[in-house]
């Protein structure tokens, strides 16, 4: 859909991004930027290949082909590890936490790949909840402060563009309005957000623009002021 000039402000740029799961071949050219400072959502239905994205440009899945520039750097080709270091964040949906380690061992293990990582003050001030459990183990959490430890966690590392997946999933309705008052904050200080997720009104709480998904390609993009003016496109595309 996005197949032309790249997008002067965009810190990350994909195009004609294909991804495969063995034979299965998930992602037909994604197309998409995201802008300094915004937070953008890839919105869709179940299957779509949302999660798929996230993971293909953190280098997860090994089969992958197109256009991944971060910061006007090519990543497709890097390994995980190194794709980290550029200053990517992944946050996954099942929020990847290590449940034998308590918060802060949680929070400290993560290696600081660049500057302007928060420290643990500046964490616990975004997170009060992960101060007062600092010495729980991960088991002992709850939904809400697993998905908290696990993009505080990210936080510590310096990382300035956050891909989140599915961060609302299973929680109750006054931790997601918690989450979508971080994710704002987040943005105040000046972080780009990708943000995957199905509760399409909570991301029009938190976005700037939607990308639309269907069948591994972005079939469309709307911006969040626009939202009024896109309700039946919306429900065609989402059912909301």
Do not use: C
């Not at 992944?90 to 400290?108: C, D, K, Q, T």
């Not at 505080?152 to 006054?174: F, K, M, Q, S, Y």
């Not at 976005?207 to 069948?215: F, G, K, S, T």
């Amino acid at each position: 859909m996005l197949d032309g000039p790249r997008v002067a402000d965009a810190l990350l740029t994909v195009r004609g991004l294909n991804a495969w799961y063995g034979e299965s071949h998930i992602l037909h050219g994604m197309d998409f930027d995201v802008r300094r400072g915004e937070v953008a959502t890839l919105l869709g239905r179940n299957g779509a290949g949302k999660s798929t994205t996230l993971k293909s440009i953190m280098g997860i899945v090994p089969r992958r082909t197109g256009i991944v520039d971060f910061d006007g750097r090519s990543i497709i080709g890097l390994p995980a590890n190194r794709i980290a270091r550029q200053g990517l964040g992944y946050v996954p949906e099942e929020r990847g936490i290590f449940a034998s380690l308590n918060v802060r061992e949680n929070l400290l293990l993560p290696p600081v790949v660049r500057p302007g990582g928060m420290t643990l003050d500046e964490v616990h001030a975004l997170f009060p909840p992960l101060l007062e459990r600092s010495s729980s183990q991960g088991t002992k959490l709850s939904g809400g402060e697993q998905q908290m430890l696990a993009i505080a966690r990210i936080l510590r590392t310096g990382a300035n563009l956050l891909l989140l997946d599915e961060p609302t999933e299973g929680l109750a309705p006054v931790i997601v309005q918690q989450i979508g008052a971080i994710i704002r904050q987040l943005k105040a200080k000046g972080l780009t957000v990708l943000l995957v997720e199905q509760n399409f009104h909570f991301a029009a709480t938190v976005a700037d623009r939607h990308y639309i998904v269907e069948h591994g390609r972005v079939i469309d993009a709307i911006d969040n002021d626009q939202i009024p003016v896109n309700r039946q496109k919306l429900q065609a595309y989402l059912g909301v």
